[in-house]
């Protein structure tokens, strides 16, 4: 029943329409009359489609671990024609809590671009790295938080020259003659640098040891004897250095104990196991 009203009142609107065009057409209407009945312009509304919100299609570095000094390049894909910004947030380590801006330059095809470099400013830890771009249609900015973390690693620690030159002093450098403790001109040469490294070290030496060995030839009796003039040689000849007269070093004798060569054979073998070694501890900084 509806239905049919309502095509009655549009066949009766036709029908008034029609009417007041052939008034018009054959001047039974005034000029005034149909400018007030149909206005000459008539106003449209078109709803246009509403605007795509940005986008972060991702955001990536490379590499994801950063030596100390060393530098990064973030990328960052996204809707062109934006302010895009990227933040480092530290997760863990000195580097919680950190947080720094990245200025990123946009390219082509909406990809932005900004380096990482390791400084003060960027302590190591683990970072996340949250992407921001605004300046869109909706007036609110877009975010995209990493899902992998950013490690800047730690610088190693400081060099120690007593420790280094610890540890080289357990190099078997010096070597005797079959059933001698005298010291050749190699040996000499070698402890001249031992004497020098020492004078350099000063304080720093806390406790020095000369350790004398021999071959497995000769009783242990005697070994540990021949061991000992050894080591008594080096400690003596140390001491007489300029700036080394109170080196208080300690001499142990091993005998045939502890052979580079087990079971030692030939010549060559027997005279690696006539050495000495120096063993040295260092005080703290």
Not at 9 to 35: P, Q
Not at 52 to 60: C, G, K, S, V
Not at 125 to 142: F, N, S
Request: hydrophobic share 40%.
């Amino acid at each position: 029943m509806r239905r049919s009203f309502t095509n009655v009142g549009c066949l009766a609107v036709m029908v008034v329409l029609l009417a007041a065009a052939t008034l018009v057409a054959t001047g039974c209407a005034s000029t005034g009359k149909v400018s007030k009945d149909f206005p000459e312009t008539v106003e449209m509304v078109v709803q246009t489609a509403p605007s795509e919100p940005d986008h972060i299609d991702y955001i990536d570095v490379n590499p994801w671990q950063i030596e100390p000094g060393g530098s990064a390049t973030v990328s960052l894909k996204a809707t062109e024609g934006r302010k895009a910004m990227a933040y480092l947030k530290g997760m863990d380590g000195k580097a919680a809590g950190v947080v720094v801006p990245v200025e990123l330059t946009p390219g082509a095809d909406g990809l932005y671009t900004g380096t990482i470099t390791a400084g003060k400013n960027l302590p190591p830890g683990k970072y996340r790295l949250e992407a921001v771009i605004e300046g869109g249609p909706t007036g609110q900015p877009t975010k995209l938080v990493s899902s992998r973390a950013l490690t800047l690693l730690a610088p190693p620690p400081p060099v120690d020259p007593c420790m280094v030159a610890a540890t080289g002093f357990k190099v078997p450098t010096i070597h005797f003659a079959f059933d001698k403790y005298d010291l050749d001109e190699a040996s000499t040469a070698y402890l001249l640098e031992v004497a020098a490294k020492l004078r350099e070290l000063g304080p720093r030496v806390k406790t020095f040891t000369v350790h004398g060995y021999c071959d497995e030839r000769g009783t242990t009796e005697y070994n540990l004897a021949l061991g000992s003039r050894r080591a008594i040689a080096i400690r003596e000849f140390l001491g007489s250095q300029a700036g080394l007269s109170g080196l208080n070093a300690e001499t142990i004798s091993h005998g045939e104990e502890d052979p580079i060569v087990p079971n030692a054979k030939t010549e060559e073998e027997h005279a690696m196991n006539r050495r000495a070694v120096f063993e040295m501890s260092c005080r703290p900084r």
